[in-house]
């Protein structure tokens, strides 16, 4: 079984950013005009969003949960808000590149059956994501770099198909 550690340093500055970006956009709710208000309280919803993963990121690495398991039966990705095994037989590959430079993304045989069932969360994450968030690795919060991890994946995945 090979398991990545999660990169404490990293969730934690993290942390510190977005309660950074929260007093900014509460700043900005409190003293400017109303379009502006609107925007902030949007903003601080999406930096609210992220700060919540990045505790539960935080928890798990604190509890000695690994980011990332892989065993020869398939990949435990708990680098997302909700921790997801896949098998290997479920997998067609791993890809990077997209617009979320510091993901992979697990790119499943059916995607359909990992699509939210709820259509309006399904159109609302799909403004900001054509991919599910549940599909992608979070490499950033990992500890070798997203080169690696992607060359270790694939490795993996053709030696258990």
């Known amino acids: ?3 990545i550690k999660f990169r404490k340093s990293n969730i934690i500055i ?3 950013l977005c309660l950074l970006g929260i007093s900014f956009f509460v700043y900005l709710l409190m003293n400017e ?5 609107w925007v902030s309280v949007l903003w601080i919803s999406i930096i ?3 700060l919540y993963i990045r505790y539960r990121q935080l928890t ?3 509890s000695g949960t690994s980011g990332l398991e892989m065993n020869d039966k398939g990949i435990l ?3 997302l808000s909700s921790p997801l095994f896949l098998s290997w037989k479920e997998i067609e590959s791993f890809e990077s590149g997209f617009y979320r430079s510091n993901h ?3 790119k499943p045989k059916n995607l359909e059956k990992y699509k ?3 259509k309006l969360l399904h159109f609302i994450k799909s403004i900001f994501s054509p991919k599910p968030d549940i599909l992608m690795i979070d490499t950033d919060v990992l500890e070798p770099g997203k080169k690696e991890l992607l060359v270790l994946l694939n490795n993996k995945l053709r030696e258990n198909r």
């Open 60 to 62: 798990r690495a604190n």
């Open 104 to 106: 992979i993304f697990i």
């Open 116 to 118: 939210d069932k709820n």
């Open 14 to 16: 993290s942390i510190i």
């Open 77 to 79: 990705n708990s680098t």
């Open 1 to 3: 079984m090979t398991k």
């Open 48 to 50: 609210l969003y992220i």
């Open 33 to 37: 005009d109303f379009i502006i208000q």
